[in-house]
């Protein structure tokens, strides 16, 4: 499930604030299998999309970065 959806979490590279909300996006309408969702819908889409948001930007913040030798 979800193969499409970039890897975000990178030293070099930290994801963008428009990176999260674009793979949340993505991971919400792979789930709910809307593509897009219906007008009676969209309230509960955006909602989904912005917790998912909420709960990556604060795993990034909890993470600890591994060191690989």
Known sequence: MC?????LNSKEQPA????????A???V???SGAKPPSKNN???FDLAVTEV???VEK??????WLVWD
């Open 59 to 64: 795993l990034f913040k909890q993470l600890q």
């Open 3 to 7: 193969r499409n959806i970039k890897i």
């Open 25 to 27: 996006v993505q991971f």
């Open 42 to 44: 969209q309230d509960a």
């Open 16 to 23: 963008t604030e428009q990176d999260i909300q674009a793979c």
């Open 53 to 55: 948001s909420k709960s």
């Open 29 to 31: 309408k792979k789930v």
